[in-house]
């Protein structure tokens, strides 16, 4: 298990149609139907994830639930059972653990894998992410599919190109072609705003990207952004894997069957939100010091504000304070009806600041 | 009094420019930061009677203050606030002349060979700032009351959510002054003999923030006191004529002495400078919020840090400690204000348990900060 000499090798791993597929272990007859999990589709739900059965039929993570009800009315929705995805994640990771120790977790589903530490080449490479992919499958039945290049960007696109079961290898050098003709917004960090500037400037493919001139890029992409998506887009990326394994943040939000307006009617539900929040830093024993409450209007106009306190807690009744205050500014600042509310807490430490009691 | 302006009228007025940029430095710290509502990022100009007074408020603290100067004309107008005390800081030593132009809502500002004309804010939208009434303030001795606002101020809460826990409890008792903050985790405070005062019990929630900003204009000041006038919703404080307004804070304080447990299973006297240096030391490693660790044994403390990824830390000094050995985690800032808050060379640290408050005091009972431990993990 020598250090490879050279280029860092670096895997990215992405279960397939994750929270589908944990639904399918448990029923296995829904494998051969078109299945979502998400919200209510004869409200406001949105897919979380389809299975592929129903992707054959055009239904995507983040359409609303009634539009994959219109492309395909046989279809079977599950509603998210998040502890259990969260549980079945946990045996996931210990899985790759076993083959390479060294990961960083970027969510329940995916995540980078320091395959350098224990492959020397790429040919061996190939090999750990066929041992990854065993391992996974004997601890949980699930498949995924791995990525494996220099960068991080690079492993990132390349774990989604043959889903799922697939894996893919980028060799050193042939990073920028590979990319070449994906379309821009295939790029990690291209979100739809740099997305619509780029392409309003005729640049489709992340090869056109790459070859954008200083002055150019300058032109469509203000600031330090332009060039490092630029270098993305070449294959560049100087960002290592991140040990920090803990949790950044822990979030629950909900959307409204129909808009709210009635103040207490959202206050139950920040309360409710924070006493599911502060339940799961209870759980890993960490308390937070940033509380977010993330408001969305009718017109998808959203919102967050925020509040950082000068330690953690974890605390529900806390939390779900702040989280009503924070809404009340938003609403003092811009009032209406809302179709989301959510509660994120961030900046977690380990340990509690215990509070002064009477007595 | 503040005589209302009468329309029409042209503000003119000449002084020096250094005395000009030095007490608009002042009141420029009373600008509002939120630009919501406009007029209060504005600095309030006002000539009379061989006098320019500069006004600035956010609504919850205001700032007032004059400057000689001659008056060719009464007058008052608002200009942004942040430029006005930037332009006057640059502007080279000399006699400057601020012009009122209301036909064309500019101030002309002339100094040597430079020219500004700044857009102004309609001085009707600026609200009146209270005055300091003779009849019914009071005057106490300025270091002492600057002293106890230090000794307690860093306890206060800087979060809004509770805003009773933002201020500064001040209360004024027979001979004494006690003020008293907390922001939930711990709780400082501070009595001092006083002479003067109100000749009566009055107490007070103040804005933290509020008496901050007092002790930074009356540091330097000369007067040897400040006069206090507590009205219902406000509180004024008068030094060197600088006046601050601060809005009292509604609500109930915490009855904080409440929160002090009435006995300790164990003390230790702290050498306060090398204990802090301990601390100071070991903090480095207490990083994103990590605890530091405090383990008393027999003889001796050692105080420990880590943080994931970045290492750790622990210095052991020897102390007079003879109970069982306790380990008790404390944020490390808020372990480091409370022993910086003591001013004697011996600090005095009581505990009870790892999940119970510690006391820290000093060699007299005139001081206590009260600090909740971290739960350490595992």
Known sequence: MSPAVGSPIIAHLDLDAFFAAVEELERPELRTKPLVVGGDPHGRGVV?????????????????????LRRCPEVVFVRPRHAEYSAVSRRVWDAVREVVPTVERTGLDEGYLDVGEVARDLREARGIAGAVQAAVRGATGLTCSLGVSTTKVVAKVASDRRKPGGIVLVPPGREAAFLAPFPVRTLPGVGPRAEERLRA?????????????????????????????????????????????????????????????DRVRLHDELRRMAERVSERLRRAGESARTVTTKLRYPDFATRSRSITLPVGTDDAEAIGDLACHLLDRALTERPGALRLVGVTVSNLESGVQLRLESG | MSTDTVAGAQMKVTCRSEEL??????????????????????????????????AATDM?????LSLDATVDGDGAT??????????????????????????????????????????????????????????????????AFLDTVAKVSRSASRDESRPVLTGILVRFEAGRLVMAATDSYRLSVKETELEGGPGRELEAIVPARALGELSRVAQAAASDTIEIGIRDNQVVFEVDG???????????????????????????????????????????????KSPLRLRFEEGQVTVSAQTQDVGEAQESLPVAYGGDTLEIGFNADFLRDGLESVSEDKARLKLISPLRPGLIQGEGDDFLYLIMPIRLAG
């Open chain 2, 78 to 143: 608002v200009v942004p606030g942040r430029l006005l005390v930037d332009i006057a800081r640059l502007l080279p030593p000399g006699e400057v002349t601020l012009e009122h132009r209301a036909e064309e809502g500019t101030l002309k500002l002339t100094c040597g060979p430079a020219s500004y004309a700044l857009n102004t804010f309609a001085v009707e939208d600026f609200p009146r700032l209270p005055e300091l009434e003779g009849d019914e303030s009071f005057s106490v001795e300025r270091p």
């Open chain 1, 201 to 261: 400037y005729g640049v489709t493919t992340i090869g056109e990207l790459a070859a954008l001139p200083d002055d150019r890029l300058a032109a469509i992409l203000t600031g330090s952004v332009g060039v490092l998506l630029r270098d993305r887009a070449r294959g560049i990326d100087a960002r290592r894997l991140e040990r920090v394994v803990a949790n950044v943040s822990v979030s629950q939000e909900e959307t409204f069957p129909r808009d709210v307006a």
């Open chain 2, 60 to 64: 919850e603290l205001s700032l007032r």
């Open chain 2, 242 to 288: 600088v006046v601050l307004t601060a809005r009292r804070i509604d609500g109930q304080f915490p009855n904080y002495k409440q929160l002090v447990p009435e006995a300790f299973e164990a003390e230790v006297e702290l050498p306060r400078d090398e204990f802090l240096d301990v601390v100071r030391r070991t903090a480095l490693m207490a990083q994103r």
């Open chain 2, 21 to 54: 940029a030095e007490r608009l430095a002042v009141a420029g710290r009373g600008v509002s930061t939120r630009t919501s509502v406009h007029v209060l990022t504005g600095i309030l100009l006002r000539a009379e009677s061989g006098s320019l007074t500069l």
């Open chain 1, 48 to 68: 979380a994830t389809a299975n592929y059965v129903a992707r054959r039929y055009g239904i995507h993570s983040a359409m609303s639930c009634a539009e994959a």
